[in-house]
Structures are given as structure tokens and as C-alpha cells.
């Protein structure tokens, strides 16, 4: 093996015996959680390295980025999970790869990646992304000038309000070439839930099991990154999304 597959294979190992030991304190099975490696900012080789060690599931975040990666790696059976914002005049490229969709947000973007799903011939998965510092969290005293009200600032990393997940996930499941798949959330840097993953993960729990009354195949709840994947797996995530854990520190952005 090369020092690159070794240094990977190394990684995967203990993430895999987190994702175990997780799964095993929960009095969950083990195939219960999906393994979602994110591989932004790192060279489609590592993804070919990553196929080859049995990873079948990989997520990126900037089309840019993406889309030459999935093209090197076409060869790859690799299902491939789309997590960034998304902006409208990107939703072409990324549904040429993207097989989910996990950073769904407003309508405007339902309407363009039917459209645009439909046109390719493809069925999209779509997780509605939950903004959970969104809610219950009134302003601090003192802090933000006092000008913020009500909604807090999501920090530009996306997700709608929970009461607007039934009117999304329905909006998916009436749009052609699109099927309503789950939920996604990121843990919240501020809000009722800062420094609270697990309670942050109950919550989109729940959220998931509301949804499901209405969606009943919707069945993806996407939680947990390097730092906080147990949490997600002791709530019930069926897929954690683990990048740093497995390819190292990114540089810069991303
Ligand atoms: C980068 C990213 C991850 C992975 O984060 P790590 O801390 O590197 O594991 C998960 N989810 C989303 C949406 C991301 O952008």
C-alpha cells in the first residue's frame, strides 16, 4: 500500500471502531449507520483510494470542486451525496453526479432541481437541511447591537426553520424526478443548541419522525461529523458524515 491508502485505511479503522462502539452503547446494529465520507478539498485519488478500502459513499460541498472529481471517478460505485449550499445556476452540473441532495433549503431550488432532474433523465434524493439555531433562541441581551430578533443568524451555512420542513418535503414529493429522502442538520455554533449535538440530534429526531407520518420512505436523518458523530448515532442518525476523522485536516476553507 502506498503511505496515502495506509494513512486512510488507519483513519477508516478508527472511525469505523467509533461508529461501532456507537452503534453497540445504543443497542443499535451496526448497519443501522451509514458511513458518508466527505472528501472536499481532497483529490479524487483519495476517493479512488477511499473505493477501494469498501467506502460506497461520499459527499462534497462545492460544485467547482465536485463535479471534475466525480467525472475522474465514474468508474467508482460510489454513491454521491451533495452537502453545500447550492446556488440555482449550479443545479445542472450537480445533478449529473449528485445521486442525493442533503442541503435542500428553499422552493426556488426544489423548482430547478426537478427541472433539471428531469431533463437528465434522473431521480434525485432530496434532504430537506434543518436550521436548528433557527428556533427558540431569542436574542442575547447585549449581544448583536441588539438589532437581531426572533431568527437567528444559521452563520450562511443554510437550512430552513422547522416548521417549514412539511411544506419543502411536500413540495419535493409533488416535483417530478425528485423523491423526499430525509433530513440533514449541522450541529448549531449558536442558538438554544450551541454546544448541544446531542440535544440538537433528539430534536431533528423528532422532526424526522414527523415527517415520516407524511413521507413514510423519508427516512434519512444526516447528523454527526468527526467531532460529534456518537452523539448522532446515540439519537438515531442513519448517516453520519465524517471528513477530517478519515482524510485529515483540510487547509483553508471548506
Ligand atoms: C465538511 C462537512 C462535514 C464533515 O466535517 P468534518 O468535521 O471534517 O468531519 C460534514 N457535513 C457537512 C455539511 C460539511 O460541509
Redesign the pocket.
Known amino acids: 500500500m502506498t503511505d496515502r491508502k495506509d494513512e486512510i485505511a488507519g483513519n477508516l479503522a478508527k472511525v469505523e471502531r467509533r461508529i461501532a462502539e456507537a452503534c453497540a452503547a445504543a443497542g443499535r446494529a451496526r448497519d443501522e449507520v451509514t458511513l458518508i465520507v466527505?472528501t472536499?478539498t481532497y483529490p479524487a485519488s483519495d476517493v479512488r483510494i477511499l473505493a477501494e478500502l469498501g467506502v460506497r459513499h461520499v459527499?462534497e460541498?462545492r460544485d467547482q470542486d465536485a463535479a471534475p472529481k466525480a467525472a475522474q471517478c465514474a468508474d467508482l460505485p460510489l454513491v454521491w451525496h451533495f452537502?453545500?449550499q447550492l446556488q440555482t445556476n449550479k443545479v445542472r452540473s450537480v445533478v449529473g453526479y449528485a445521486d442525493l441532495v442533503q442541503s435542500v433549503d428553499r422552493a426556488r431550488l426544489v423548482t430547478a432541481l426537478s427541472r433539471e432532474a428531469v431533463r437528465a433523465g434522473r431521480e434525485i434524493g432530496c434532504l430537506v437541511q434543518v436550521a436548528l439555531d433557527a428556533e427558540e433562541s431569542a436574542p442575547a441581551p447585549g449581544v448583536g447591537g441588539g438589532s437581531r430578533e426572533g431568527r437567528v443568524s444559521t452563520g450562511g451555512r443554510g437550512g430552513v426553520a422547522p416548521a417549514e420542513i412539511g411544506e419543502l418535503a411536500d413540495l419535493i414529493a409533488r416535483s417530478p424526478g425528485l423523491r423526499p429522502a430525509g433530513l440533514m442538520t449541522?450541529a448549531p455554533l449558536a442558538g438554544a443548541y450551541a454546544g448541544r449535538p446531542r440535544a440538537a440530534f433528539d430534536r431533528l429526531m423528532d422532526l424526522s419522525t414527523d415527517l415520516r407520518r407524511a413521507h413514510p420512505a423519508a427516512t434519512m436523518v444526516s447528523a454527526g461529523?468527526?467531532?460529534d458523530l456518537e452523539d448522532a448515532v446515540a439519537a438515531g442518525a442513519t448517516h453520519v458524515?465524517?471528513?477530517?476523522?478519515v482524510l485529515g485536516v483540510r487547509a483553508g476553507l471548506?
Open positions: 466527505v472536499k459527499a460541498n452537502v453545500g449541522v461529523m468527526s467531532a458524515r465524517v471528513g477530517t476523522a471548506g
